[in-house]
C-alpha cells in the first residue's frame, strides 16, 4: 500500500483526513481511489495537481508508476516566472 | 578534456560546460534581431487601446459611432466582440486558467476595475487617427469606491471588486461575497507544540510592495487575419503556444489554424506568459481585413500589465537556545490585482523551505484589489515569503548570538529533508552555497562605520512540462536545431552544445532557431526555469532517434546485425570481431549518404519533462548607508547558487546577478505608488526607480553544481532562485549597519532618512 498524503487545502475535502494507505499503481489509477472514496476531490484532481512520489515531484502525468512502498503527496501546481 | 557526466549518461562533454559564442550573439549587438515592434507587415494598421481613467467603475455604455466614422478608421472592438465565456479554471499548458476573468482583462465588461484597464481598440491608418478614434469614444461610467490596499480590501466593508466571488477554501461557504479570493494553508507537526519548546520567539509584520519586471521591451504584436480566418500572430511572448491557445480560446478560432511566432524578446521575466494586445490586434484583424499592429507605451506597460503582488506578511519563529528552529508560523496576505490569482500558494509553500523545521504552519490570502492583474514575476509569490521569513531567521541570529551563516547551516535542508509542503528532498545543495559564502574574501573583509553585512538563502521548486524539439542533419552535415520555447536567457545556446556534444559535431555547425508553432508540437512557456531543463531532455531524445538511425543505416550497409553497431564519440562504429574493417562514420559522413541510405537523416523529441530539481540559493551583501540622505550603497554582492550543472556557465551567472540586480531594486526602491484617486503616479522609468549599471557593483557569482540525479546532464532550473534572497540580505545588512530592522519595502532613503532621524542618527558621516 503506498502512504499518501493530501497537502493544503484538498484536506477540507475528505473531512479532514490527510493520510490513506492506498493500492495505487499509477497517478491515474491514485486519483480514481481517491475520487471513489472522497467524490469532491475528483474536479480538483482532474484541475490540476501535482504529485510528489518519493520526493520527486510530477505535473500533468498520468501514467506515473506508484510502487507499493511509495510516499505520495498530492499538492498544488508549480509554474513559475 | 572531454568529460562525461556522472547521471549514467555516456556523452563526452566537449562544449557542454564551456563558454561558447552565443548564436543570437551577431545580431543583437548589430541591431539586426527583430524584437516585437521591429515586424511590420505591407498594408498594416496601427492599433491603440482605450484605457479607462477610474480605478473601479461600472460601465453604463460604450458608443463608438463617432470613432468608426472617422476617416481611416478602419475596426473597432469592445466587449461585445469577444463572446463571454464561463467560470472555470481550465488546464492551459500547465496553467490554470479562468477565461472568465482572462476576457475581461483583455476588455472590461460589465465594470472597469483598474486604471487603464482596456475599454475598447481601434485599427487605423495612422497613429494620429487611431489616437483621435480613441477620443471620439463614448463610454459612460457610474464611479465606484476603490481599494488599492491588500489589508484595506480584506476589510467587510471593503468596495467590492466582484460581486460573485465567495472566499474558497474556508468552510462552511461565506455567506457573502468578499475580495478575499483563496484562504489556503499548509502545516506540518504541532506548532503550538512547537513554540512550547522554543527558548527564543521572534514574531514581526512586513509589508512589501507590488514592483514590475522591468522587461527593457514593453509588450507588442502584430496579428494578420486571413478571409478563411486562417490567422498568423508576432508577439513578443515567453511562449507563443500559450498565445495561440488564448487567442483561439478568445476568439472561438480553430488552434490549427493559428500559427503564432515568437520574436526576439527583450526580457519577460513571468510577464510575458499572459496576453494582452494579441486577442485585441487579431480582433481588430479580422474586422478591418488587414494587419494591425499594437505597441504598448511604457505607461500602458506600468499601468495595464502585471507586476507581481504586494503582501503583508506576519511571521513568527521559534528556536531553542542552542539554535535548532523548532517552530514557523506565517500569515501572508497577497495582493492578485483586479482578478483572482495572486501566487500565494507557492509563497505558503516555499517560506519555509530551507529549513528543516518539524512543526510549520502558514496560513496565505489570495486577495483582489482596484490594480492591475498580477502576473508572474521570478520565483512569482516566494521573494515575498521569504524575505519575511529570512529577515526573522536573522533576528533569531543575533538574538542566539549566533553567526547568521552558522545558524542557517545548523537548521538547512539536506537530501532526506521533509519540506513543509511535503515532500522529501532529494540531493540539494543549500549547505553547498552557505559553505561556499563563507569561504569568500568578502565574508571576512572588514566593514566600515555605517556598514553592514548581509546574508539570506532562497529557493524554489522549478518545473518541466511539455517540450518539442528537432534536430535534422543537413546535406553538408551541419545541424538545423528548433526549440518552441522562446530564447530570454541563453537557450539557443545551451540546446547547441548539448546537441553538438550528442551528436559529436562542432557546435559552430549547429544552428538553433525557435520555431512558430506550426513547426513543432505543444510547448508550454518558458517560464519556472523549465526551457534549459526540459528543451535539453527533448534534444537528447531527438538526438537518441537520429543515433538509432544511423546505427541501423551502418549496419545495413556493412551486412552487420543490429547490435553489432553502436554509437560511441560522435561515430557510428562496428563492435566486436571484425569491427576494425569497418572504418567509423560521423554525422557528416553520412550527410553525405543520407539520399542513399533511407533518405534524410532527423530526430524529434516530444516530452513531458519530470524530475526538475529544486534550485537553493545564498546570498551574501556588503553595504554602505549614508546617514545624512538615508541613501543605501551596494558595495559587494555574491550569490551562490545550485545549478546542478550549468551547460553555458556565463548564462547562469547572468541569471544569478539579473536575479541580484532585479531584487536590490525591490528591496531598495521599488514601488507603485498611487494616488487617493487609485491612480498609478509613477508610470515611467524616472519615477519607478529600478537600479541601473552605476548603481550596482560587479555581483560575483559561484556556480554550486550539486547534480539532478534526474536529468541526462545534471541540470536544475537557475532563473528564478536568484530573485528570492535579496530583499532580506539587503534587509539584514542595513540592520547590522544602523541597527534599525526595516520591514516594509521598499527601504528606500526617504524610509531609512526617518527611521535614523527618529532615532537621532541623521548626522553626517563623520559624525560633526
Avoid at chain 2, 519548546?197 to 487575419?225: C, L, W
Amino acid at each position: 500500500m503506498a502512504r499518501v498524503v493530501l497537502v493544503g487545502n484538498l484536506v477540507q475535502l475528505t473531512g479532514g483526513v490527510a493520510q490513506f494507505d492506498l493500492p495505487a499503481t499509477s497517478v491515474k489509477h491514485l486519483f480514481a481511489l481517491l475520487a471513489e472514496r472522497h467524490p469532491a476531490l475528483a474536479p480538483h484532481l482532474e484541475e490540476g495537481v501535482a504529485v510528489a512520489i518519493d520526493g520527486q515531484i510530477y505535473q500533468d502525468t498520468l501514467l506515473e508508476p506508484i510502487a507499493p512502498d511509495s510516499e505520495v503527496f498530492v499538492m498544488p501546481q508549480i509554474a513559475g516566472g | 578534456m572531454p568529460q562525461t557526466n556522472g547521471n549514467g549518461h555516456a556523452v563526452a562533454q566537449t562544449y557542454v560546460g564551456t563558454r561558447t559564442v552565443r548564436p543570437d550573439g551577431v545580431d543583437k549587438v548589430t541591431g539586426r534581431a527583430r524584437f516585437g515592434a521591429d515586424f511590420s507587415l505591407p498594408g498594416q494598421l496601427v492599433g491603440r487601446v482605450l484605457r479607462s481613467p477610474h480605478a473601479h467603475a461600472r460601465i453604463v455604455a460604450i458608443d463608438t459611432s463617432r470613432a468608426e466614422q472617422l476617416p481611416g478608421v478602419k475596426a473597432v472592438v469592445t466587449r461585445d466582440d469577444f463572446p463571454d465565456q464561463s467560470s472555470e479554471f481550465i488546464p492551459a499548458g500547465e496553467m490554470l486558467i479562468n477565461y472568465r476573468d482572462v476576457v475581461r482583462n483583455v476588455l472590461a465588461r460589465e465594470k472597469v476595475l483598474y486604471e487603464g484597464h482596456p475599454v475598447a481598440a481601434v485599427a487605423a491608418t495612422s497613429v494620429a487617427i487611431a489616437k483621435r478614434a480613441l477620443k471620439l469614444i463614448d463610454v459612460q461610467y457610474e464611479v465606484l469606491p476603490h481599494v488599492i490596499d491588500v489589508v484595506e480590501a480584506m476589510r467587510p466593508d471593503a468596495p467590492l471588486l466582484h460581486e460573485d466571488l465567495y472566499t474558497a477554501g474556508v468552510e462552511p461557504k461565506p455567506a457573502k461575497p468578499s475580495n478575499v479570493a483563496k484562504r489556503v494553508e499548509i502545516s506540518l507537526g504541532d506548532i503550538e507544540a512547537g513554540f512550547a519548546k522554543a527558548d527564543v520567539i521572534v514574531e514581526r509584520e512586513f509589508t512589501t510592495q507590488p514592483v514590475h519586471q522591468g522587461y527593457i521591451e514593453p509588450h507588442a504584436a502584430v496579428a494578420s487575419v486571413s478571409e478563411d480566418g486562417s490567422t498568423e500572430i508576432w508577439c513578443s511572448t515567453q511562449g507563443h503556444f500559450i498565445v495561440r491557445a488564448h487567442c483561439a480560446r478568445l476568439l472561438g478560432l480553430d488552434i490549427g489554424k493559428v500559427r503564432v511566432t515568437a520574436s526576439e524578446i527583450g526580457g519577460g521575466f513571468g510577464g510575458k506568459t499572459v496576453v494582452y494586445l494579441e486577442p485585441l490586434a487579431v480582433a481588430l484583424s479580422k474586422k478591418a481585413k488587414r494587419p494591425v499592429k499594437m505597441v504598448m507605451s511604457r505607461e500602458e506597460v506600468f499601468k495595464a500589465s502585471g507586476p507581481t503582488s504586494g503582501a503583508h506578511i506576519k511571521v513568527k519563529m521559534g528556536a531553542t537556545k542552542d539554535g535548532r528552529f523548532v517552530a514557523g508560523y506565517a500569515e501572508l496576505r497577497y495582493q492578485a490585482g483586479a482578478f483572482q490569482g495572486s501566487p500565494v500558494q507557492p509563497g505558503v509553500m516555499c517560506a519555509y523551505a530551507p529549513y528543516d523545521i518539524e512543526n510549520v504552519k502558514v496560513i496565505g490570502y489570495d486577495v483582489v484589489s482596484n490594480r492591475p492583474k498580477v502576473a508572474a514575476y521570478r520565483a512569482p509569490g516566494a521573494p515575498i515569503s521569504e524575505f519575511a521569513v529570512e529577515s526573522v531567521v536573522d533576528e533569531l541570529a543575533k538574538k542566539l548570538e549566533i553567526d547568521p551563516v552558522e545558524l542557517r547551516l545548523q537548521n538547512a535542508a539536506r537530501e532526506g529533508t521533509k519540506a513543509a509542503y511535503g515532500p522529501k528532498f532529494g540531493p540539494i545543495g543549500l549547505v553547498d552555497t552557505l559553505h561556499a559564502v563563507e569561504k569568500t574574501n568578502q565574508y571576512t573583509t572588514p566593514l566600515g562605520e555605517w556598514q553592514g553585512r548581509g546574508v539570506a538563502s532562497g529557493f524554489w521548486f522549478n518545473i518541466g512540462g511539455e517540450t518539442c524539439a528537432s534536430l535534422t542533419v543537413n546535406e553538408d552535415g551541419t545541424v538545423s536545431l528548433m526549440a518552441g520555447t522562446p530564447d530570454i536567457g541563453g537557450l539557443r545556446a545551451s540546446l547547441a552544445m548539448v546537441a553538438a556534444d550528442e551528436l559529436g559535431v562542432p557546435y559552430e555547425k549547429v544552428r538553433p532557431i525557435i520555431g512558430d508553432t506550426g513547426s513543432l508540437g505543444f510547448n508550454f512557456l518558458t517560464g519556472g526555469s523549465r526551457s534549459c531543463f526540459s528543451g535539453a531532455m527533448a534534444i537528447v531524445e531527438a538526438a537518441k532517434e537520429i543515433k538509432a538511425d544511423l546505427c541501423a543505416r551502418a549496419a545495413k550497409l556493412w551486412d552487420l546485425k543490429a547490435d553489432q553497431v553502436e554509437f560511441k564519440d560522435g561515430h557510428v562504429r562496428a563492435t566486436g570481431a571484425g569491427a576494425d574493417k569497418h572504418t567509423p562514420m560521423s554525422v557528416a559522413d553520412f550527410a553525405k549518404v543520407a539520399g542513399k541510405t533511407g533518405g534524410p537523416i532527423g530526430g524529434y523529441g516530444r516530452i513531458n519533462a519530470q524530475g526538475a530539481g529544486p534550485s537553493f540559493g545564498t546570498h551574501l551583501v556588503d553595504l554602505e548607508v549614508d546617514p545624512e540622505t538615508g541613501r543605501v550603497t551596494i558595495l559587494r554582492y555574491t550569490v551562490a547558487q545550485d545549478a546542478g550543472k550549468a551547460i553555458h556557465p556565463s548564462y547562469v551567472e547572468g541569471q544569478y546577478q539579473g536575479g541580484a540586480a532585479q531584487g536590490i531594486g525591490w528591496a531598495l526602491n521599488e514601488e507603485y505608488i498611487y494616488g487617493a484617486d487609485g491612480k498609478l503616479q509613477n508610470a515611467g522609468f524616472l519615477d519607478y526607480r529600478m537600479p541601473v549599471a552605476s548603481d550596482l557593483p560587479m555581483i560575483d557569482a559561484i556556480l554550486v553544481e550539486v547534480p539532478n540525479p534526474r536529468h541526462p546532464y545534471g541540470v536544475r532550473g537557475v532563473g528564478e532562485t536568484p530573485i528570492v534572497p535579496p530583499m532580506a540580505a539587503i534587509a539584514n545588512a542595513i540592520e547590522r549597519a544602523t541597527g534599525i530592522r526595516f520591514t516594509d519595502l521598499p527601504i528606500s532613503p526617504p524610509k531609512v532618512l526617518k527611521a535614523l532621524r527618529e532615532r537621532g542618527l541623521n548626522h553626517p558621516k563623520n559624525g560633526s
